[in-house]
Structure formats: structure tokens, C-alpha cells
């Protein structure tokens, strides 16, 4: 490696450290090509140098803290910039408050360049180098994440590394024959091997999007497609792609993103004759990708999107000698959860919990009651058999009591990509919409709204007391319902995701300070939620945590303890008053009254919880 002797040794040391292991996973899946090697070196050396000091003085300071991420006092939002305050510059100018309501970790949804109508909400890009320009700049994007480093604000970004746009300029090079192009993706000259893959590759949409091939007219060629058509999957075997991949997540953490979130990790990595999914190479590639960021920006952290059962989710975090993904989402607990809030039974929920709860604490969570996404009802079906509850009517059940049809409910959802046939819908809808405010608002029903309310603060508690970092989908703040007016946009109107996905109301929002509002009631509620967290040691990730049998089915139970405090937090999923026995004695405290408190009997209104501290 002659370019090695330039490096400094604060770059060499951090290389020396990983050389063995990185040299030998890049050779196993890219045989012994010394010349794409040593051009990922150059990669990674160039952006170090690259990289703006301020940012460098942060990787020293997190190197020195590896933990930091791990604690109590994190609280992220998400938010699509358009949709939040129009562009960075106006994401900028809201800082105030997003610091008011207590976020220290702001996720901005895919900002990147994208070809409007054919972007999958941005997640097909067309130029890693260049924001959406309504959005605004790369500068802009270093600009806010300068402010936000300021504030102790950290900042997150999708990395959308399966695929790109039809529209990138790989793609239109391949369109036009360039064969070097053309290997950066999955060309086929009929469907006779595309026909192969769909034997055993399951269709991501197959509602909206089947199939897993499209014919490319421009170069009469078949092109692998997973997703939708106009994102065409790149192929990690070329290492070409691997790094300039690299080199384009680098750069976005050289604007000051803190945390990249590899989206659709389990899919990169294709094999003929497979589910092309959570394949061996996948964790040789994400193993690498964690290498390079403690090489070049060990302040960098990898958030990795898997959204499949514990048992697929749990291997990215790698091993303690060899880590993979800081950090990965809490997916299966999100969708119990809203089981639970249809069914009022917390068994499936205790069981899940329990599989969470006994794994190394080390492994960090993004826990969260909504996302930009939809609901998909991948429940552990095995186990809710044994309750009488088939896959296709339970998934019914589900959706029809979210969007109202089922008596009682009053719930307000939509259906994504709906099959009548396999009852296999998603569940679209804001927080406050699907826990009834919406409907509560409409009939005018002040008891409906005051519980509505009460049952959105205790579903925002029972994240918060989960370990791992709880991130607040923008709007939810302030119990945002649902924004119905996509249904008149043309590029929006047949992806109901787009029903949750509204633009911040800032009208609304000036009602935080209004007490008697409900904005004021769930923002003050939340505030205070996330300030005793912080301030309790037996919220840290490293706490002991266990489920706590209360003898009533709609009532979940957790204990936590830490350094001589234990909690006992108790969530009333029903609409029932309930009285409930703990078994715990001594006396306790109420974190949200400060009054003395016992936790043998403990009677918690219909949505509500409680918080014991003793």
C-alpha cells in the first residue's frame, strides 16, 4: 500500500487496528484483487482528510466515550424536512423547538436527490452527492448539522445503499450499453435466470410492485428490480460498487451526520438459488462498513433498518469481538404493541418483551410507536395459535378495529397494500388518530378526547420505559391526527403512508403552551416523561429489566432496577378502571405526582399508567 507511508498517525493507528481482519473480509468476498483494495484505502484515507476538523474534535471526544449513545438522556424525532418546516434551512430555523420538546437526536428522512413520482418517499436516489433541490444544499445540510452539534443535537440520515433511481447516472450509462455500468447492477438478456430468482425470492410489494425483474426497453435487457421498477438493485459483488458506496456514505458523514441509517440492509447482498436475504456476505459487508467508520469517523454510528422477526434482527449487531449495526429498531415490539391496543390482552406482549429483556444489554434499540412506514403485522403467529387465533382472520381483526369498521373501535386508519385474499394489509395512521382522538375530535366528545389523550401519554410511557432510545414521530408531540389531503395529490394519492406522513401543523402547535388544548396536555406530558427519565439512573440501557405479573391480562407490568432504584411501571391497555396487585412492598413515589405511592394494590384509570420509584 504505497499511499500509506502519507497517512498521520492518528488515521494509521486507527487503521493498524482493523488492517488484518479488513484485508482478509475484503479479499474472501472480492477474491485477491489488490488494485480495488487499495483504492478502498484511498477511500477511506481521503475522506479522513476531508473530513472538517470540528467534526474530527467530535470523533476524539466519542472515541474517549464509546458509550454515549447507550444512556437515558437521548429523545429522537423524526421528520421529512419538506414536510416539517420546507427545507433545511427552515428545519434551521425550528431548533428552538425541537430543543423544547426535549429531541437531542433528529432523524431527517430521505433529503437526497430523487426524481419526483418515482421515489418511494426518496428512498430512490438519483445523486448521493446533491440534496432535493427544494430541499436545499450539501452546504445547507452541513449548516444544520453544525447548529445541531451545537445545541448537542445529534443528527441522523437514511443511507439508501440497495439500490439507486433509474435516474442515476450509473443507470443511465447502463440504459445506454456502458458494460462497466451495467455490472454495477443485475442485467440479464432475457428472463430465462431472472425467472430462476423468483423461484426462491420472495416480492417485497406484490401488491403495488410484483415481481422482482424489469424489462429495461433502452437496453433491451431484464434489470433486477426488488423494490419498484424505477429502483434498480446494485450489485455488491462488483467492488467497484462496494467503493464508491462507501465513499458516498463517508461523505455524508462528513456533513455532519452522526447516525447512518443503512437502509434495507438485509437485502444487498444477491445469490442465485436464495431468499437473497440476511445472506453471509451481508455482515461481511456491514462488519466492514463499521470498520471504516472507526477508521475514518468514530463518532459515525451504523443504525440498521431490518424490519423482520427478532430471530433475522438480533445477528446485525455482530458479536462484542466483532460488531456490526450500533444500533437496530425495535420492530417486532412496535407492531405487539398495537396488537395489544386492539386485543387489550398483554400476553403476546409480556412474551416478546421477555425475548428483548433477556438479551445482552449491550444492544441498543430504537424503540418507537410509529414511523414514516406502515404497520405490518409480522406477530409471532406460532405462539398466538395456541390462543385460537389463525394468522389470516387475526390479521382481519387488526385491521378492521384500526380503521374503524369494528364495533367500538374508534380507531382511524388505512389500509397499505392491501390482499383480500391473504388478509396480509398494512396499517397506515398517526399515533393520536389510531389511539381515537381523531374520532373523539369529530363527534365532539369531551370524555372520548380526554381519553384518547391519556391513552396516547401511556403508550409514549411504556416506550420510554423500555431501554434503548425512544424516537417520537414529528407530530406526535402534539397529537397531530391524520392528514387526509394526499388523497388529491397525484403522486401521492395511491400510497396511503402518506396519510401519517402530513405536513407539521404549526398552527397546532402554538396550542402547546395553551393549557386546556390537548397539544398542551400530550406536549407537557411528554416533556415531563422524558425529563424524569433522564434524571432516573434506572432508565439507563445497562438497567436489569423483567416483566411483572399483575393477574389482569390487560395490564402489563415491568420492573427496572439500577444502582438501588427500582421502578415499577404498570400500563392500563384497557378501558376499564383496574386494580391490580404488584406485590411490591414498601413504599414508592409517583414520578408524575412526587406523592408516596404503595405497590401492593395500585388502581390505575381506564389508559392510564404509572410509574413507582423506590
Known sequence: ???????????????????????????????????????????????????????????????????????????????????????????????????????????????????????????????????????????????????????????????????????????????????????????????????????????????????????????????????????????????????????????????????????????????????????????????????TTEIVCPGTLLLGEVVMEPSKVVPYFGSVEKPECHMLYNVTTMATTWHTVATKDTALLKHQLGQVFSLPKDYVFLNYLRCHDDIGWGLDYPYLWQFGMDEVSHKRFLNDYFTGKWQGSDSRGELYNDDPRLGDARLCGTTASLCGLETAIAEKDDVKEEFAARYDIMLHAYMFTLSGLPVLYSGDEIAETNDYGYHNEPFKCEDSRWLHRGDMDWKAAENRTKRGTVENTVFTSLRKLEKLRAKHRVFDGSADTWIIETGDPAVLGIGRWKDGEKLIALFNFSKSLKTVKAGERGEFTDLMTNKKRGAMSVTLRPGDFAWLLG
Open 1 to 291: 500500500m504505497p499511499e500509506k507511508t502519507s497517512w498521520n498517525e492518528e488515521f494509521r493507528n486507527r487503521f493498524d487496528r482493523h488492517e488484518d481482519e479488513l484485508r482478509w473480509l475484503y479479499f474472501e468476498l472480492y477474491g485477491e484483487n489488490r488494485e480495488a483494495y487499495d483504492y478502498f484505502c484511498k477511500v477511506l484515507w481521503e475522506a479522513y482528510e476531508a473530513r472538517p476538523e470540528a467534526l474530527k474534535i467530535l470523533d476524539r471526544a466519542r472515541e474517549k466515550n464509546p458509550d454515549w449513545y447507550r444512556g437515558h438522556d437521548l429523545v429522537g424525532m423524526l421528520a421529512y424536512v419538506k414536510a416539517f418546516a420546507g427545507t433545511l434551512k427552515g428545519v434551521q430555523s425550528k431548533l428552538d423547538y425541537i430543543e423544547e420538546a426535549g429531541v437531542n437526536y433528529l432523524h431527517l428522512m430521505p433529503l437526497l436527490e430523487s426524481p419526483e413520482g418515482r421515489s418511494d418517499g426518496g428512498y430512490a436516489v438519483s445523486d448521493f452527492r446533491k440534496v432535493q433541490p427544494e430541499l436545499g444544499t450539501m452546504e445547507d445540510l452541513a449548516a444544520l448539522s453544525d447548529d445541531c452539534h451545537k445545541r448537542g443535537i445529534s443528527v441522523c440520515l437514511d443511507f439508501v445503499m440497495n439500490h439507486t433511481s433509474e435516474d442515476h447516472e450509473w443507470a443511465k450509462r447502463a440504459r445506454k450499453g456502458e458494460k462497466e455500468y451495467q455490472d454495477r447492477y443485475f442485467f440479464f438478456d432475457d428472463w430465462r435466470i431472472p425467472n430462476e430468482y423468483e423461484k426462491t425470492v420472495p416480492q417485497v410489494f406484490p401488491t403495488t410492485a410484483p415481481g422482482n425483474f424489469t424489462w429495461c426497453d433502452e437496453a433491451k435487457k431484464v434489470v433486477m428490480t426488488c423494490f419498484y421498477p424505477y429502483q434498480w438493485d446494485l450489485n455488491y459483488k462488483n467492488p467497484a460498487v462496494m467503493n464508491d458506496m462507501t465513499d458516498n456514505m463517508l461523505n455524508l458523514a462528513n456533513h455532519g451526520i452522526d447516525i447512518i441509517r443503512l437502509d434495507a440492509v438485509p437485502y444487498i447482498w444477491k445469490e442465485l438459488g436464495t431468499s437473497c436475504r440476511n445472506l453471509k456476505e451481508v455482515h461481511s459487508l456491514v462488519r466492514i462498513m463499521r470498520m
